[in-house]
């Protein structure tokens, strides 16, 4: 059936209250674009969702064409061109509401976290948040969501208390632990292949002022500060998150003049402990990077922390740091003509190594260190490889291929399990999603004994 045989334009005007831009109108363009221009996706149709009825509608529309649909607020986990589909916009449902006595939030699917950090802070609390205000909560989330608290409270997935879902047969349905709990075990790290979340329900944390910043050194130390950081990590309390960013600094006013133009060793770090105790446990990476070239960490208000990080072209997983992945990730950024800018050495662990026996699937939880290389260059893929696991995580993948080293083989099964009790058909779709295990075949020679 073609999608105009199918009338799927026209059901599509006649169901949503919201607006439908359809190939050819005026704000088609505009609403069809991703985040990355290196994505050009050619939706049937874009809607706009200015309710949950319109994402109910949708959805029941596009299956009943055999239409496939996908779901984007914000745009930034769009890798993939969602060619063909219907395109279901979200970012008009922003709606944040905390419940400071309870210590949750709850929020629409086209929230960010700026929204989210703010309201929350007016009663002395802190989402799980990741390191930009401008990324989505919902897809962050539903990937796992790793930000700057992360090894205090553990993935943001796991502080998910309840949702509301659009299933493929266009219900909206409540899960938690208590409701529809293999979906609810699903949602919380398996990403967006199950339903069109349309509110979503997590728990807050008392952290009002945060101890954070970054410390400049000159990058010849790179070596010096990653082997120190090897051992460093082994010990770090779960307050304190820290990375190491390799890079060479842009040549710009918005760049401190010590360190403007030049390649330099940056330690970042946020601590939830206090000050005085995040300087002392500090004090060994500090010594071990010679003279500071710049230092801002500073006691600021938990959502004035600036803790951006790499864009994730590649992110790696790694159970230690070698001397071999330390002398590749020293050399990635050295010399002017690098087509390398920065590498980041990131610790995890703590709570985040830790979940609750009913947590969800987000994987390879154990692994201490993460690795993100800013560039696809092949000789520092090539070089990265010996030393990581493998494995990857969601909320970095922009490679469909690699969807299932995010997860643990039982999780994969588990998860492909619930994708096909909820979405058979494969309706939900997108670039990172979870396949429907395979149908269930009557066994040939118990049917005949």
Not at 156 to 178: F, H, K, L, Q
Request: contains cysteine; proline residues 7%; aromatic residues 6%.
């Amino acid at each position: 059936m073609s999608v105009a045989g199918g009338g799927v334009w026209r059901r599509l005007r006649a169901g949503v209250a919201g607006v439908v831009h359809l190939p050819g109108d005026g704000g088609y363009d505009q609403a069809r674009r991703a985040l990355y221009d290196s994505v050009d996706p050619w939706p049937v149709a874009v809607v706009e969702a200015g309710a949950a009825g319109d994402v109910r509608a949708a959805v029941e529309v596009a299956a009943g064409c055999g239409v496939p649909v996908v779901v984007q607020a914000t745009g930034h986990g769009t890798h993939v061109p969602c060619d063909g589909a219907v395109l279901v916009r979200t970012g008009r449902l922003d709606e944040v509401v905390v419940d400071a006595a309870a210590r949750v939030a709850r929020v629409g699917p086209g929230a960010r976290w700026g929204q989210v950090v703010a309201a929350a802070a007016a009663h002395g609390l802190a989402p799980l948040c990741g390191s930009s205000p401008d990324v989505g909560v919902t897809g962050f989330t539903l990937g796992g969501g790793v930000g700057w608290l992360a090894r205090r409270y553990g993935f943001a997935a796991d502080s998910v208390t309840g949702a509301r879902v659009v299933t493929a047969d266009g219900r909206e349905v409540a899960v938690d632990a208590a409701r529809h709990a293999d979906l609810f075990w699903a949602l919380r790290g398996g990403g967006g292949s199950f339903g069109v979340v349309t509110s979503l329900t997590f728990r807050l944390y008392p952290v009002r002022e945060v101890y954070a910043g970054a410390v400049y050194f000159a990058a010849e130390r790179a070596a010096e500060v990653l082997g120190c950081y090897r051992e460093w990590t082994r010990s770090a309390p779960d307050w304190l998150s820290t990375a190491v960013l390799l890079r060479r600094m842009p040549d710009s006013a918005e760049v401190p003049a010590a360190v403007r133009g030049r390649g330099a060793v940056v330690l970042k770090a946020l601590s939830c402990g206090g000050a005085e105790r995040a300087e002392r446990v500090l004090r060994p990476l500090r010594a071990v990077g010679g003279p500071v070239l710049y230092d801002d960490v500073a006691p600021v208000p938990f959502g004035d922390a600036a803790m951006g990080g790499v864009r994730p072209a590649q992110v790696e997983l790694a159970g230690d740091l070698p001397d071999g992945l330390i002398g590749v990730l020293a050399g990635a950024v050295e010399g002017a003509g690098s087509p390398v800018s920065a590498v980041e050495v990131r610790h995890w662990g703590g709570a985040m190594a830790r979940p609750a026996a009913d947590a969800g699937p987000v994987g390879h939880r154990g692994v201490p260190l993460s690795v993100t290389l800013d560039e696809r260059v092949p000789h520092l893929v090539e070089g990265v490889a010996p030393y990581v696991t493998g494995g990857s995580f969601l909320n970095f993948l922009d490679d469909p291929s690699r969807v299932e080293s995010a997860y643990t083989a039982a999780d994969w099964r588990a998860l492909r399990e619930v994708r096909r009790a909820w979405d058979p058909g494969g309706v939900f779709g997108g670039g990172l999603t979870v396949p429907p295990a395979d149908p269930v075949t009557a066994d040939p020679v118990a049917a005949t004994a």
